[in-house]
């Protein structure tokens, strides 16, 4: 990775006795096939998926350190059968914690950007969900304009806040330069957020979809994650029973629903970071939190493996072609052999993911809502 190295810098290695324990993987689990950082820095040029972790979370307003929240979801990720045993993984240790809050998100951009710069897919193990910033960040910094994805119970836009955690999509939407196409969030909870915020996020043209629609209809999300470059989630946006660290709601999604949505990300040819915070060790029940966050990474690495066998665009014979007419336009619809999703071509010509009901409602006349919305960003 040329002199890319120098990320090491800005990074910890990781704690053996948390990470590995006393138990003996064999040959078949993950952690026997992650390179990870224990001693000396993994040689990460051929590595497809990174891990990094952020104990960050001054963002929060307490004070306190995740500490060792991101080792344990890693304890218990390493512990899963790797079906995959050809896709290259590392594991670079946890971003140092830096004498202020922003000198953590500079540390935690420049490894990320660095990354990506080099053809990664990064898996950011949160901290707070206000280390979303550095993950933006990491794409700012190279001005590259991104679509990105939130899942979260809450739509942090907090203006009466100082608290970052709270406030912080605030910069990340509306900061400038700003690098932001588009904006999805995914599974918020009514109750949680003013409803002038909704109204702000629509007028800025921007989807919101709500936790009971996002349960009645999963695969809809989809296509939503399918275009994102970026996704956050945090486990606020799960359950109580899901993931009981998390102390914000008795209902939202739960783990079935985050490891749907986790692989959907995995299939994504266009995402290439995904970050997943709010995890405290301290409130979890027996790890279970830990292991839920580790199988929804088990199914990001799933959901990478399966993207590896979609068909490009451009070789229609591997996709079945429907023509329709939408507003007077002639309008084409992709289905792909493989993996069985859905592209539609916008009156420029770009294709964008759409799903089986955008096309049933074009076959009827009937324009689908995801294609107004796509027309009205472009």
């Not at 096309?359 to 472009?378: F, G, M, V």
């Amino acid at each position: 990775m040329s002199d890319s190295l120098l990320i090491a810098d800005f990074l910890n290695p990781l704690p053996i006795p948390v990470v590995v324990g006393d138990e003996e993987l064999n040959d078949m689990q993950m952690g026997t096939k992650i390179d990870a950082y224990f001693h000396q820095f993994p040689d990460i040029t051929e590595a497809e998926i990174v891990i990094v972790g952020i104990t960050e979370e001054r963002g929060t307003g307490n004070g306190v350190s995740a500490g060792e929240a991101p080792d344990l979801i890693r304890k218990n990720f390493y512990r899963l059968f790797n079906w995959h045993a050809h896709l290259k993984i590392a594991d670079i240790g946890n971003v140092k914690t830096g004498a202020s809050l922003n000198d953590t998100y500079a540390a935690a951009k420049a490894v990320i950007a660095e990354l990506i710069a080099n053809h990664k897919t990064v898996i950011v193990l949160g901290g707070s969900h206000d280390n979303t910033l550095a993950q933006y960040g990491a794409y700012a910094q190279r001005n590259q304009i991104v679509e990105a994805t939130c899942v979260d119970a809450f739509i942090n836009l907090g203006t009466g806040t100082n608290i970052r955690s709270e406030n912080f999509l605030m910069e990340m939407l509306t900061g400038e330069p700003n690098f932001i196409r588009h904006y999805n969030h995914i599974g918020f909870q009514s109750y949680f957020v003013h409803p002038s915020m909704l109204q702000t996020m629509d007028k800025l043209r921007f989807d919101c979809y709500r936790v009971g629609v996002v349960r009645e209809r999963l695969e809809e999300m989809e296509p939503v994650i399918r275009n994102s470059h970026m996704m956050s989630i945090d486990i606020a946006a799960m359950s109580y029973a899901a993931a009981p660290a998390n102390r914000t709601s008795p209902n939202g999604l739960n783990g079935e629903d985050m490891c749907t949505l986790t692989r959907f990300a995995g299939m994504s040819s266009n995402l290439n970071s995904i970050g997943i915070y709010g995890y405290n060790a301290k409130n979890d029940t027996d790890e279970l939190t830990a292991i839920q966050i580790a199988h929804m990474l088990w199914y990001f690495v799933d959901g990478y493996n399966k993207s590896k066998t979609e068909a490009r665009l451009t070789e229609r014979h591997n996709f079945n072609e429907y023509h329709t007419k939408l507003a007077e336009v002639d309008a084409l619809f992709l289905q792909s052999h493989k993996t069985g999703r859905w592209w539609m071509q916008l009156p420029n010509q770009k294709f964008v993911a759409c799903s089986e009901a955008d096309y049933r409602l074009a076959s009827h006349n009937e324009i689908p809502e995801r294609w107004l919305r796509a027309q009205e960003r472009d």
